[in-house]
């Protein structure tokens, strides 16, 4: 079975330019999660999408942030434009319907903002 | 959310049993202490999850007491491949729920060194 999976690996991108990072969870797994650490700091909850509708996007730190999962697959995460403090690595995790507890992680995207 | 507090550090040898606590003095009712390791590179893998008492996996086990106001990971025999970061949280999505509400609270986990 294939794990979650996030592209691109690793981002490096100008201040003011756009990213779109893609996370593609496991099939059948209704939830998913964006979270994301920036440099030195814990891992932090960005959003949660059930199927193609956000639950909670309070993490969320502010507009430039934008998530999306049509059809309620893959999600998207664009990041426009992007400031030198978005730099750090986003993961993203999902979890299937009777096992919500247990959340399967991808790698993350490394994003570095220059 | 229930803050937790874990040590920064451990250090072991290779074959020992290695245990870990987590304190987490203002758990609620609902809440479940669930257990993440993470790699180098990697996310964080989920490990085990228990609500009181002492729960076994096939990896590890945890015990809670009574109280529930703190936990401790158990890893028995450790190996080298078990040096990582692990990480003590609680929320209120219980393992088998078919609704996740997992706004996971990772703080700065214990970075746990295996020595040959």
């Known amino acids: 079975e294939a794990g979650v999976t996030q592209f691109p690996s690793h981002s490096v991108i100008e201040k003011g330019q756009t990213v779109t990072l893609r996370c593609d969870p496991i099939?059948?797994?209704?939830?998913l999660y964006w979270y994301r650490r920036v440099m030195g700091k814990e891992i932090k909850f960005l959003l949660h999408f059930v199927k193609e509708s956000k639950q909670d996007e309070s993490g969320m730190p502010n507009n430039r942030f934008l998530a999306e999962r049509t059809g309620g697959t893959y999600s998207t995460l664009k990041v426009q434009p992007a400031e030198l403090e978005d730099s750090g690595v986003y993961f993203c995790a999902s979890s299937q319907p009777d096992r919500a507890g247990e959340l399967f992680f991808g790698e993350g995207s490394r994003l570095t903002v220059l | 959310l229930a803050k937790t507090t874990q040590p920064i550090s451990m250090d072991s040898y290779e074959g020992q049993e290695v245990n870990i606590t987590c304190s987490h003095n203002?758990?609620?009712?609902?809440?479940?202490i669930t257990w993440y390791q993470q790699f180098p590179s990697q996310g964080p893998r989920f490990i085990i999850q228990g609500y009181k008492t002492k729960v076994t996996n096939e990896v590890a086990s945890l015990f809670i007491p009574a109280d529930r106001k703190s936990s401790t990971l158990s890893l028995p025999r450790v190996s080298l491949s078990d040096t990582a970061v692990y990480y003590c949280?609680?929320?209120?999505?219980?393992?088998?729920?078919?609704?996740?509400?997992?706004?996971?609270?990772f703080g700065t986990g214990t970075r746990l060194t295996i020595i040959p």
């Open positions: 949280l609680v929320g209120d999505t219980m393992l088998g729920a078919n609704f996740g509400n997992e706004k996971l609270t």
């Open positions: 099939s059948g797994h209704d939830n």
């Open positions: 203002n758990i609620a009712t609902n809440d479940y």
